[in-house]
């Protein structure tokens, strides 16, 4: 079946580390996103990818860089200048057609003490 | 720029009562409208859409119609049941935006049996 996949879902960190998030989708989407949800919050936008070898940031992007080297992968890297990084991370894809949902993957809880 | 006001939560009832949780957006163009539901510790998944005006999207015995004088895209169902309790958001994506999709805060339902 296809589907999105984030790994680990549960990661602790030591605060001044930096962490990457993996994100994998089989679903053949040009697009990827990533999205920060805090507790009863809805979903800010940290980055967004239109196609491999290209990003663009979200509302949300400092302290995060990403990569889109290859159509099916879109990692996120939460570095130590992330004030506030403890959080639910989601990874979501669509394709580029109008009207075109997203696709969740179920996402990475982020502890940072 | 584009935004969407959810109805605030959270939202309690008994098993078999008739739901509505409000949506309504601003938008620059002509978006399509979503409904997504999240159960707890998981990504959110697509419940149902609409496209255009008028249009009238299902799933699972949910329902919602694309109001375009209203501007408004409320969720509707005619009798809960325990297993609905999730969070819900309403959210658009505009391809005037480049297709990127904006959120409510999301609503937090309960059914009580």
């Known amino acids: 079946d296809g589907g999105i996949t984030q790994s680990p879902k549960y990661l602790f960190r030591k605060e001044g580390q930096n962490v990457t998030l993996s994100c994998e989708q089989n679903?053949?989407?040009?697009?990827m996103y990533w999205y920060r949800q805090d507790p009863g919050q809805g979903l800010r936008l940290i980055y967004y990818?239109?196609?491999?070898?290209?990003?663009q940031k979200g509302d949300i992007a400092e302290g995060y860089s990403v990569s889109r080297e290859k159509k099916e992968s879109f990692p996120l890297t939460v570095t130590s200048a992330q004030k506030n990084p403890t959080a639910f991370y989601l990874c979501?894809?669509?394709?580029?057609?109008?009207?075109?949902?997203?696709?969740f993957g179920n996402g990475t809880r982020l502890t940072v003490t | 720029g584009d935004s969407v006001t959810q109805m605030e939560g959270p939202v309690t009832l008994s098993e078999e009562a008739f739901l509505t949780i409000n949506c309504t957006y601003t938008?620059?163009?002509?978006?399509?409208l979503f409904w997504y539901v999240q159960y707890p510790g998981e990504g959110l998944q697509l419940l149902l859409k609409?496209?255009?005006?008028?249009d009238k999207g299902s799933n699972k015995g949910f329902e919602a119609t694309y109001r375009k004088e209203t501007t408004s895209f409320h969720l509707e169902k005619g009798s809960v049941q325990v297993s609905d309790s999730a969070v819900y958001f309403c959210?658009?994506?505009?391809?005037?935006?480049?297709?990127?999709?904006?959120f409510g805060d999301g609503t937090t339902l309960t059914v009580k049996p």
């Open positions: 979501a894809s669509s394709n580029t057609r109008g009207g075109s949902p997203l696709h």
């Open positions: 679903l053949n989407h040009d697009a």
């Open positions: 990818s239109q196609i491999v070898n290209d990003f």
């Open positions: 938008a620059t163009g002509y978006p399509s």
């Open positions: 609409a496209t255009k005006a008028d």
């Open positions: 959210a658009l994506s505009d391809l005037t935006n480049a297709g990127k999709s904006t």
